[in-house]
Nanobody
């Protein structure tokens, strides 16, 4: 019942910046938890950052101080600003939503590629 569409990925040099966007098909106030995950080939998908319905934010230790998660309620959109990018940040980034009142209650976007390279 929830569709998520990511955008904003691309190729950037080390130390550069990108902003990812995730557009949701419903008001994000209907979503209990939203977050960004990332995955490289052959590696397990890992959590990057989350934000709850009430605005509580959590970051992975690997991105603290460099990434910022935020939301625009009027536009039904989740963002992640990524600064001081490193080659190890290279991955496909996925938007995720948990909606406890829906079945199923876990939703994923299609992913957007971020490549950090000289």
């Amino acid at each position: 019942q929830v569709q998520l569409v990511e955008s904003g990925g691309g190729l950037v040099q080390p130390g550069g910046s990108l902003r990812l966007s995730c557009a949701a098909s419903t008001s994000i106030l209907n979503i209990d938890l939203m977050g960004w995950y990332r995955q490289n080939p052959g590696k397990q998908r890992e959590l990057v950052a989350t934000i709850t319905y009430g605005g509580s934010i959590n970051y992975s230790d690997s991105v603290k101080g460099r990434f910022t998660i935020s939301r625009d309620i009027a536009r039904n959109t989740l963002y992640m600003q990524m600064n001081s990018l490193k080659p190890e940040d290279t991955a496909v980034y996925y938007c995720n939503a948990h909606v406890l009142r829906f079945t199923p209650n876990n939703y994923w976007g299609q992913g957007t590629q971020v490549t950090v390279s000289s």
